[in-house]
């Protein structure tokens, strides 16, 4: 007997009505289980309407920012004083998005900063809007580039001559979370002596404005890359074996004690920074910056909106430079190796995953190349804190390369 439409639909509704009820309660398990994963954290936020609310917050300010609001527009500059906070920004063509990254920092509840912005050749008119914006505030520092260098040369040199005591890196399109953000990480920062704190984040795609619901971010990969970095120091939970996500190491998000920074260049090299860091720059600074720091710390409150796609400066280079970077990178990691790991691990993973990447294209090495990649791959199987298990990986990898063993 075949069943009446109404009592077909009466099904529909209450299987629908059994799948929205497991989903609502895996939802709130799940978020339970983040809460309670985290509790050490000092997360900000205590229940999701907190942070329904933030997000609301946040899409008011966003919406400021946007529509070229300026909350804040008599502020105080303290004469021949160094301000507290340099917020340092690469830019490349980015006429249509600037602004709005410059009035979601003009629009925080403190002055005691300065915006470095520096200037990647952009080829449209984005020098002429920052000019124009450099009339209406003092705070607004310009440096420009003879020719196309890259993102991470040009937040080196913004870094470099940066007079605040921390430095929030941002790129051309984020826009920070609400008016709180800057004084809020910087006082926990100062208050806990941290020479790096990472906050949260929300991501949205394109143009479009954030929705008015919660948008989840990374903090999980983001704390136990805190952990990964410098165990030996970490306050949180140690996750046993924990390594993963290493390209999940991004320099913004952070508010990073400016001399931390400018040591962190200098150990990199203006050589290194300012022709073969092309790509993945993030996660080799974010390497060096760990390596090097003291003392960090994670803070889950939402600081700033990230564009999901967004264009950054141009990258001019051949394939024999781009290998080149990634040689470079596991020279970088494997002269900041030390005893004091407990994770053998740890070093070996990250060549190897770079030196994966390498595997079937270093012949088009120019002969220099190839000596100076013979240096850095006979120093790794030299290395006594990388295991025998894995040198005897890395050989494996190259074995028929008759010119890196000769």
């Not at 080829?123 to 003092?138: A, F, G, M, R």
């Not at 002596?193 to 008015?212: G, L, M, Q, R, T």
């Not at 889950?300 to 564009?307: L, M």
Request: proline share 2%; aromatic share 16%; net charge positive.
């Amino acid at each position: 007997m075949l069943y009446s439409f109404e009592t077909q639909l009466l099904k529909i509704i209450i299987i629908l009505n059994c799948i929205f009820s497991v989903s609502k309660f895996y939802d709130a398990y799940f978020f339970s289980f983040k809460i309670k994963d985290f509790e050490n954290m000092n997360d900000y936020y205590k229940d999701r309407d907190e942070k329904k609310k933030s997000l609301k917050k946040g899409r008011i300010f966003f919406l400021n920012c946007v529509n070229d609001i300026l909350i804040n527009p008599n502020y105080t500059k303290k004469n021949n004083e160094k301000p507290l906070v340099s917020v340092v920004i690469p830019v490349f063509d980015a006429q249509f998005k600037i602004k709005k990254t410059i009035r979601s920092i003009q629009n925080q509840n403190t002055s005691d900063f300065e915006i470095i912005l520096v200037n990647d050749f952009s080829t449209d008119e984005t020098i002429n809007v920052i000019k124009d914006l450099q009339k209406e505030d003092d705070r607004i520092i310009l440096v420009e580039n003879k020719e196309n260098k890259g993102i991470f040369y040009s937040r080196c040199i913004g870094t470099l001559i940066a007079s605040g005591k921390y430095i929030f890196p941002l790129d051309n399109d984020d826009l920070f979370f609400d008016e709180g953000i800057i004084s809020t990480i910087v006082d926990k920062s100062i208050k806990g002596n941290f020479d790096i704190v990472e906050f949260n984040y929300a991501e949205f795609y394109n143009n479009k404005i954030p929705p008015n619901k919660l948008i989840t971010s990374e903090f999980g990969n983001h704390s136990d890359n805190l952990i990964l970095y410098q165990p030996e120091l970490s306050q949180f939970p140690r996750k046993k074996n924990n390594i993963y996500g290493i390209y999940d190491c991004y320099v913004w998000a952070k508010c990073i004690e400016t001399n931390l920074y400018k040591k962190s260049i200098n150990k990199i090299g203006i050589k290194t920074y300012s022709k073969y860091i092309l790509r993945g720059e993030d996660f080799i600074m974010t390497f060096v910056l760990f390596r090097l720091a003291k003392s960090f710390n994670f803070f889950a409150k939402y600081g700033i909106f990230r564009y999901k796609s967004f264009e950054t400066a141009q990258y001019k280079s051949s394939r024999e430079l781009f290998l080149l970077s990634r040689i470079i990178y596991i020279d970088i990691i494997r002269r900041f190796t030390a005893k004091t790991y407990d994770d053998k691990l740890y070093v070996a993973y990250f060549c190897d995953t770079f030196l994966y990447t390498l595997r079937k294209e270093l012949n088009i090495l120019s002969d220099e190349n190839k000596i100076y990649f013979k240096n850095v791959f006979n120093k790794l199987l030299k290395n006594k804190y990388i295991t025998d298990e894995y040198k005897n990986k890395f050989v494996l990898l190259f074995q028929d390369l008759t010119w890196l063993f000769d």
